[in-house]
């Protein structure tokens, strides 16, 4: 493992869209190879035309698929399609420079990707927010405690041969907002009190009554911001951690069931969620703020290596 990288990182998250052109950025898209030759504003548009114009504003790459990311193994060279969604810039990690950012496959995959000592100027200058990005010959490796993606099997490193291109910027309407819920898997459902002493899955369901209304803070990007919220069974309190935070219909009270993946925190579980889209209302009922403090104790997990396989 490469020096450094323990380090404690993702702190201030900033991109690299100068404020105020990010609407520019994204509508404007600039692929490699013969430009259509637009045509004149004066000139008489026809329906087809339109349509041809149409046709060429659709994405044609194929980013790398979901099947294709869970077959790539720890120490690979491998290559990777997708879209930067988060950027961090270069930064000092205790004696080495490094930069992270974070490549979608728009299809509910994030990858963390970092870049050490001399590869961080370098990928830093190919690396803006929406870009589209080929890599090529980069590293699959394991994954430091804490990673702004949500693939937690390993990052991906820039290495000395890996190929950087860009293939365009990703226009907005072409993002995709994916659901755990969208992709018909059955996560293994866990109560509040079955998480203590027990082995959890890296994905898993749970449920509860929202105690807290939800914390929003900005990234420090134009494109995301974070949200923290606490759900309870009127006995233990589970910290929620949203990545992707956007206006939503819950409210204090409401029943719901959150899939995430549990992370620990100073030896207390939080429940790390991709997006508010996977917080659903699980039925009306509506619990009073009398019955929701109650729910006071979090859930510890001082011992997480000895934690037993859960039943």
């Not at 496959?105 to 961080?120: H, I, M, S, T, Y």
């Not at 911001?225 to 204090?252: F, M, P, V």
């Amino acid at each position: 493992m490469e020096q450094g990288e323990n380090s404690k990182t993702f702190s201030n998250v900033s991109g690299h869209v100068e404020e105020g052109k990010t609407d520019e950025i994204i509508d404007e898209v600039n692929f490699i190879g013969p430009r259509v030759q637009k045509k004149d504003e004066t000139e008489r548009r026809t329906d087809d035309d339109k349509k041809d114009d149409e046709k060429d504003d659709i994405l044609d790459i194929d980013f790398t698929t979901n099947e294709e990311i869970e077959k790539m193994k720890l120490g690979q060279k491998v290559e990777i399609i997708g879209y930067v969604d988060e950027v961090e810039a270069c930064h000092m990690a205790g004696n080495y420079l490094l930069f992270k950012f974070i490549l979608n496959n728009n299809n509910g995959k994030r990858l963390q990707v970092v870049a050490w000592r001399e590869e961080a100027e370098r990928t830093e200058a190919e690396i803006s927010i929406y870009k589209i990005i080929y890599l090529e010959k980069a590293k699959t490796k394991i994954i430091n405690s804490y990673t702004g993606g949500n693939h937690k099997n390993f990052e991906i490193s820039i290495k000395d041969d890996t190929i950087i291109q860009g293939l365009g910027t990703m226009k907005k309407k072409h993002i995709r907002v994916i659901s755990s819920y969208d992709s018909k898997v059955e996560y293994p459902l866990v109560n509040l009190d079955q998480i203590q002493g027990n082995l959890l899955p890296t994905i898993m369901r749970t449920w509860g009554f929202l105690k807290t209304t939800f914390s929003v803070k900005s990234t420090g990007t134009s494109t995301r911001n974070e949200a923290t919220s606490y759900i309870t069974d009127g006995n233990l309190k589970l910290e929620i951690r949203i990545l992707n935070y956007s206006a939503n219909d819950l409210c204090q009270g409401n029943h719901v069931e959150v899939i995430g993946f549990p992370e620990i925190k100073d030896n207390y579980l939080v429940l790390t969620v991709e997006t508010i889209n996977e917080m659903r209302k699980m039925s009306n009922e509506i619990k009073p703020l009398k019955w929701l403090l109650k729910g006071k104790n979090s859930i510890t997990v001082p011992e997480y290596n000895k934690r037993q396989k859960l039943n």
